[in-house]
């Protein structure tokens, strides 16, 4: 597998986990640059590949009445001046063809939402703008499935994809990973990243809110990476019970050191493993 590269950055092909980490959505300027420079600066220290996350606005909140975010022109202009100022790479999901050519002129990344994985005018208009696109699996899909969703965007002439587990639909309310869909997916030839709090959600368990266990992400982000994935995906915040988004499954930001610690170990041990496979005797 090549790498796909987000500037100096390159996830996959061997290279160590790249951390995407921030805040579900953009809940305020101060908050999200406060929130940003202390994730980089935790990742400059331990040198883990770094990208900086969030949502200008989340489209498919569970309630009409929830927290969208500042909306597209306001949020790209605080991501850009949080790029600016931080020198940090950026991603951001997108939900409609329109959005794709300004969210590019920021973003290093664009981000297709799950729901959207299958919409190939997205999908495409992603893809001509040149950035890496990140393509979440539809909770719906199977691994294999995910393979005509990068086919679309290779098709519109760019190279430059790769895919994020989030979790499987399992029933009412509760979504579950299939540790074989990440060597699956790699099998395609993409880089594969593991988003570790979205797979924690619980889908609409709440009262007009969607519920979470944030007390499993460090073993399920523990697994991901011995499982060999090229990124861990997560959404830290620093008062998670008063996060406007996802509060019940982000991870609180005093506990993201400590699981970088452990996942650069466990990360170490399966890229050497996977550099020399055993030789059958």
Do not use: W
């Amino acid at each position: 597998m090549n790498p796909v590269r987000v500037g100096e950055i390159a996830i996959g092909g061997g290279s160590p986990f790249v951390l995407i980490a921030g805040p579900c959505v953009i809940e305020s300027e101060r908050h999200a640059t406060d929130l940003a420079a202390h994730l980089a600066g935790v990742a400059k220290r331990l040198r883990v590949p770094f990208i900086f996350k969030a949502s200008y606005d989340k489209a498919n909140r569970t309630s009409g009445r929830s927290f969208r975010g500042p909306g597209l022109e306001e949020g790209l202009r605080i991501l850009g001046a949080i790029k600016s100022r931080l020198s940090v790479p950026i991603l951001t999901d997108i939900h409609d063809a329109s959005q794709a050519g300004p969210a590019a002129e920021v973003a290093d990344v664009l981000q297709v939402p799950a729901f959207l994985s299958r919409q190939t005018d997205l999908l495409v208009a992603a893809a001509k703008t040149g950035r890496v696109v990140n393509i979440k699996k539809g909770q719906f899909l199977a691994p294999d499935d995910v393979r005509h969703a990068v086919a679309k965007v290779i098709d519109a002439g760019n190279p430059r994809v790769i895919v994020t587990e989030r979790g499987t639909s399992f029933g009412y309310h509760n979504l579950i990973v299939d540790m074989r869909a990440f060597p699956m997916m790699r099998e395609q030839g993409v880089p594969v990243v593991f988003d570790v709090t979205h797979s924690l959600q619980l889908p609409g368990g709440g009262d007009g809110v969607t519920a979470g266990q944030a007390e499993y992400i460090e073993p399920l982000a523990s697994a991901g990476v011995a499982a060999g994935v090229d990124g861990v995906f997560l959404e830290v915040h620093d008062n998670p019970a008063h996060a406007r988004s996802d509060a019940q499954n982000a991870l609180h930001l005093d506990r993201l050191e400590p699981l970088l610690h452990r996942l650069m170990a466990i990360d170490k041990i399966t890229k050497a493993a996977e550099a020399s496979p055993a030789r059958a005797e």
